[in-house]
């Protein structure tokens, strides 16, 4: 068989040149020339173009040496750079190859990074956290967790389209790490995308059964789905019946309130709402819940009722106040318990 083979890359050897005597490529002058080597190599394989039987048997047409050899090229051109078919039949064997090129080394400093990012979240530093993710990913990118960590520091900056984006590389990465999941579902509900979001957190919890916050976290988005502003994505969460977000009282019902009047006269005349205007944390809060900042006008009034420096001077005020009524004017600065 394999002298057989020979004979046909040999008769198509003979056939192209002939062609090309034929039709112009090999000029007339040298026609003569190439003519007696084609004799020369047709008689030391035994084969002879002209003969009907080997025509049967070696011809290649209706491909030519030519077109064999211009296919060759391509998929050469092609497979130039990728790791050998015998290495892994599967799409999988570029991203091995690369994984196996990562040094130990270059391994260590980019978990190095990871826990250095790690470190920067719980100081709440979420721009060098993201940072220094970055930089582990750039070292080794075939880790589900630092895009997740990195999605997780982008919800924290309010960078919600990066987090969905880098959730999604962590699940396309290990589609069953249930923390890619839970980051995409997170990122998801903040964009109000309450129905995707669910979709995300139900199959992480596919994963982990037992995760509590992914179970937490799927029934409020279960409870939110109806509930988006069809004005689009990114509007505010409407409020119903005259309630704002979280089931707080909208900023109308709570200027009626005649106890809260009272209390806010009494703010202004004995000073604790300059006191208040000073403190540069409350004043944040003050305008999310005027400006809508932190979600609808009652979630923002929400954050202000459950912040401890809020909370402690009210009851500042409160022992304050109830001092000016016996003739005491103490303005609300008493001690903090």
């Given at each position: 068989m394999a002298a057989e083979n020979k004979k046909a890359l040999v008769y198509s050897i003979l056939e192209f040149l002939q062609k090309s005597?034929?039709?112009?490529?090999?000029?007339?002058?040298?026609?003569?020339?190439?003519?007696?080597?084609?004799?020369?190599?047709?008689?030391?394989?035994?084969?002879?173009?002209?003969d009907a039987a080997q025509q049967e048997a070696y011809s290649t047409k209706p491909a030519n040496l030519l077109s064999i050899f211009e296919v060759y090229l391509k998929t050469k051109s092609k497979t130039r750079g990728q790791a050998p078919a015998s290495a892994s039949s599967s799409s999988g064997a570029a991203p091995a190859a690369a994984k196996a090129e990562i040094?130990?080394?270059?391994?260590?400093?980019?978990?190095?990074?990871?826990?250095?990012?790690?470190?920067?979240?719980?100081?709440?530093?979420?721009?060098?956290?993201?940072?220094?993710?970055?930089?582990a990913i750039a070292i080794n990118g075939s880790q589900a967790v630092y895009y997740a960590n990195r999605a997780a520091a982008y919800s924290q900056q309010s960078d919600y389209d990066k987090a969905v984006s880098d959730a999604t590389k962590a699940i396309e990465i290990d589609s069953k790490y249930s923390k890619g999941y839970s980051?995409?579902?997170?990122?998801?509900?903040?964009?109000?995308?309450?129905?995707?979001?669910?979709?995300?957190?139900?199959?992480?919890?596919?994963?982990?059964?037992?995760?509590?916050?992914?179970?937490?976290s799927l029934a409020t988005a279960k409870s939110?789905?109806?509930?988006?502003?069809?004005?689009?994505?990114?509007?505010?969460?409407?409020?119903?019946?005259?309630?704002?977000?979280?089931?707080?009282?909208?900023?109308?019902?709570?200027?009626?309130?005649p106890q809260l009047m009272n209390m806010a006269q009494q703010m202004m005349q004995s000073g604790a709402l300059d006191q208040f205007m000073n403190n540069p944390n409350l004043a944040r809060m003050a305008q999310n819940m005027m400006g809508g900042g932190g979600g609808a006008g009652g979630a923002g009034?929400?954050?202000m009722m459950q912040n401890p420096e809020m909370m402690d001077m009210a009851r500042q005020f409160m022992g304050g106040a109830n001092n000016n009524s016996d003739g005491n004017n103490n303005g609300g600065s008493g001690n903090s318990n």
């Open positions: 005597c034929d039709d112009g490529t090999i000029s007339k002058d040298d026609t003569e020339g190439i003519e007696v080597a084609m004799q020369c190599i047709g008689e030391a394989f035994g084969v002879d173009p002209t040094s130990e080394e270059d391994k260590q400093k980019a978990e190095e990074l990871k826990a250095a990012g790690n470190r920067k979240v719980s100081e709440r530093n979420y721009p060098e956290a993201i940072k220094l993710y970055t930089e980051r995409l579902g997170h990122a998801l509900f903040c964009q109000q995308k309450y129905q995707e979001a669910v979709e995300a957190y139900e199959n992480g919890l596919k994963l982990d059964p037992e995760n509590a916050t992914i179970k937490s939110k789905i109806g509930s988006v502003d069809r004005s689009g994505p990114g509007s505010p969460p409407p409020s119903a019946g005259g309630a704002g977000a979280g089931g707080m009282p909208d900023l109308g019902s709570l200027l009626n309130n009034l929400a954050e």
